[in-house]
């Protein structure tokens, strides 16, 4: 069973400050990483995808990867009480061509006015 | 518009009782798979079909069973053999076989009584 990491929280920063959501995994091999949002009673929704090294970024969203680290974070710049909710890391199954993902048990952030 | 509609959203079930989740989707993905969430938890991949008329078993399985007759259509049956079946079910789709990006629709809530 893949492991996938996430810090519990909750996470709770300020209107307009930057949150940092982390993440590790356990396999070595994986090479495909998502950040997916879920508001409370709601289904998940992708916001982000990376698959290489470095930094990705998305409006006020950035994805970063670390692979020798076994990391991936992401960042939310001027954060808003919309963006409350929790994040779920995904990690893509290594050789699989089904797109299988293991998910972290994700990270409930609070943005406050 | 496209997209993935479970039903129904809100079900309960006595004890000893067969159970099936609809799931449809109408945006021409080819994968579609099922997924639990128990509170405090990730997602826990319990069947998923890449091709018509063929499924494979997730992580926890058991208690669970699944048809794929037509593209469209993936719906999850909870046997009584499931032995706590309360959870959140959510069926997604992806646009090819090597993607993570999944689409998820809004859920399905059982409750047993």
């Known amino acids: 069973q893949k492991e996938v990491e996430q810090n519990s929280g909750p996470l709770s920063v300020p209107e307009g400050a930057i949150a940092s959501l982390n993440c590790t995994y356990s396999d070595r091999g994986s090479q495909s990483f998502f950040w997916y949002r879920q508001y409370s009673g709601k289904s998940p929704e992708l916001i982000m995808s990376?698959?290489?090294?470095g930094d990705k970024e998305d409006g006020r969203f950035t994805a970063q990867l670390n692979k020798a680290s076994q990391y991936v974070s992401l960042l939310i710049r001027d954060s808003q009480p919309s963006d409350s909710a929790t994040y779920l890391c995904?990690?893509?199954?290594?050789?699989?061509?089904?797109?299988?993902?293991?998910f972290g048990r994700g990270t409930q952030l609070t943005v406050w006015p | 518009d496209g997209g993935i509609t479970q039903s129904p959203k809100y079900l309960f079930r006595k004890e000893g009782q067969n159970v099936t989740l609809s799931c449809e989707q109408n945006?021409?993905?080819?994968?579609m798979y099922w997924y639990r969430q128990d509170p405090g938890q990730g997602l826990r991949l319990i069947y998923y079909s890449q091709i018509v008329n063929d499924f494979q078993k997730g992580d926890i399985a058991e208690g669970y069973s699944v048809s794929r007759e037509k593209k469209e259509s993936f719906p999850l049956t909870v046997t009584s053999a499931q032995k706590n079946p309360t959870a959140f079910y959510l069926c997604?789709?992806?646009?090819?076989?090597?993607?993570?990006?999944?689409?998820f629709g809004e859920g399905s809530r059982l409750t047993v009584l």
């Open positions: 997604a789709s992806t646009k090819t076989v090597n993607t993570g990006e999944l689409f």
């Open positions: 995904a990690v893509g199954d290594r050789g699989s061509t089904l797109g299988r993902l293991y």
């Open positions: 990376i698959y290489s090294n």
């Open positions: 945006l021409n993905h080819d994968a």
